[in-house]
């Protein structure tokens, strides 16, 4: 049976989901908001020089391959995933520094220098990291919260490693390490998802074990690339794309959805709608009050510049991550204070020292950015003045050159800007914060009570990151023919 489908946001999740259903004959129509398609995976271009304005690592290639695959495509003939070794150079603010590799005997050796007791914790760190994510693969990351268990699921939750999984992410790495820095390093992966390490459950250790495990992987000519080839896939098998097309409303009787409603006045009839987008929104489509996702449980936002630079800097990784000096202040600051740190650690992507095709010949790109609230309160051109000192600040006492010098354009993103442009409270960047296991692990349903309405992508099940968004629009598309083709 063909349906009709409504795809409300051309983000990542809602271009997958597309992509899947229009190969599987179903009618497709793609409504995004904004003048291009991606969502937070977007891009900007100036003078020459090509920035990806959202993630900029991706791990779990076979995800991504296994995406194209269920459109009958290769994903060798529409992207070039290239491995990066070492993935990134972490620097302290006492002068340690160190490069984090995914080779394992390198990082071993980088290991027994910096505390050779840590081997030790590293290797009992992939033991854990690998039961989280067997047990993961086969429980979260495969199906929709709301149904029930089955027998995978019930085998695999007897292997559940109680003892740490369930504990406070800061206190299991403390167990696990003896060093500071490999302590506060593995703290940062927490903000993958846009959460504290010193809130979050311990379960969040299947982040770096991911990546230790499938890589960092960049993408040639940008991780916009992801997004071009997957709507050129969706239109290949059908799909109509609409970019300026913002949905105004969800039209619904008797408990089932019939149309989505545009803001210029159109209308599409619909048997089955998919919401990627803010979870938070949803209510207001479907005729409710505004959103509403209390500051107190959104995730971060970022403050974010996007610096074209005049000349090449060699010295300077593809990825580098310059530590404030109190990390656990850093937090606080963000999420009890809802303030903009004094001190942030700074993170910097650099992909034209891989890639010299997103520069004009000569100079870099960098994206540079710090974590910041997502709060209730606006952000004014006084506080992007006060974060980006504090950000050149940091990059200073880092040992970087000031960036201000040698800049032929800068581009700031608040979190006032980040929210209005996708649609996010505040400009929280993952929906909800995953502080504490149940706001880790449940989300907003992918299938919703409105009979034939579905969520997909980074706030709603299973949560954010590009693979686990894409599993996202697996999980999606596997209900939607369950419950809906019939």
């Not at 390198?106 to 290991?111: N, S």
């Not at 206190?171 to 593995?186: A, E, G």
């Not at 703290?187 to 809130?199: A, H, I, K």
């Not at 997957?230 to 300026?244: D, I, M, Q, S, Y």
């Amino acid at each position: 049976m063909s349906l009709r489908v409504a795809i409300i946001g051309g983000g990542l999740g809602g271009l997958a989901t597309a992509v899947r259903l229009s190969a599987a004959g179903h009618m497709v129509t793609l409504c995004e908001a904004g003048p291009a398609f991606g969502g937070k995976m977007n891009r900007w271009q100036t003078q020459g020089f090509t920035f990806d304005t959202g993630p900029s690592l991706i791990t779990m290639p076979h995800v991504f391959e296994e995406t194209f695959k269920a459109a009958g495509e290769r994903m060798e003939d529409h992207l070039e995933l290239v491995r990066l070794e070492p993935v990134a150079e972490y620097i302290w603010p006492d002068g340690t520094r160190f490069e984090h590799s995914t080779n394992l005997p390198q990082w071993l050796e980088v290991l027994r220098a910096l505390e050779p007791r840590d081997v030790d914790g590293f290797l009992r760190f992939l033991q854990l990291g690998a039961r989280l994510f067997e047990l993961s693969s086969e429980t979260f990351l495969r199906r929709g919260m709301d149904q029930p268990p089955d027998w995978r699921t019930i085998k695999a939750l007897r292997h559940f490693p109680l003892r740490n999984a369930w504990g406070n992410y800061d206190k299991v790495v403390r167990s696990l390490f003896r060093s500071p820095y490999l302590r506060q390093m593995f703290n940062r992966y927490p903000t993958y998802v846009g959460s504290s390490p010193f809130r979050s459950p311990a379960t969040l250790l299947v982040i770096p074990y991911l990546e230790h495990a499938y890589g960092g992987w960049f993408v040639k000519g940008g991780l916009y690339r992801i997004v071009e080839a997957l709507a050129g896939v969706a239109r290949e098998k059908g799909a109509t794309l609409l970019a300026n097309a913002p949905v105004a409303r969800i039209g619904h009787e008797r408990g089932r959805v019939k149309s989505v409603h545009l803001a210029d006045g159109g209308s599409i009839n619909a048997d089955v709608v998919v919401m990627n987008g803010d979870a938070s929104f949803l209510h207001q489509l479907l005729g409710g009050d505004e959103p509403t996702l209390p500051p107190e449980r959104r995730s971060k936002s970022g403050f974010l510049s996007l610096a074209a630079m005049r000349n090449d800097m060699p010295n300077l990784h593809h990825h580098t991550v310059c530590f404030g000096a109190d990390y656990q202040r850093e937090f606080s600051q963000i999420f009890d204070d809802r303030e903009f740190p004094e001190d942030p650690t700074v993170y910097i992507n650099a992909p034209s020292r891989s890639d010299r095709g997103v520069v004009p010949g000569q100079g870099e790109t960098l994206f540079i950015m710090a974590n910041a609230p997502a709060r209730a309160e606006p952000w004014d051109e006084a506080m992007t003045r006060t974060a980006w000192q504090r950000v050149v600040g940091r990059l200073a006492r880092s040992g970087l050159p000031d960036l201000r010098e040698d800049a032929l354009a800068i581009d700031h993103w608040t979190p006032r800007r980040i929210g209005a442009s996708y649609r996010m409270p505040g400009g929280a960047m993952y929906g909800a914060d995953s502080h504490g296991w149940r706001n880790a692990f449940i989300r907003p349903a992918n299938r919703q009570r409105t009979r034939g309405l579905y969520l997909v992508g980074g706030s709603s099940h299973p949560g954010g990151g590009t693979p686990t968004v894409l599993l996202s629009a697996k999980i999606t598309s596997s209900l939607i023919e369950k419950h809906e083709s019939a």
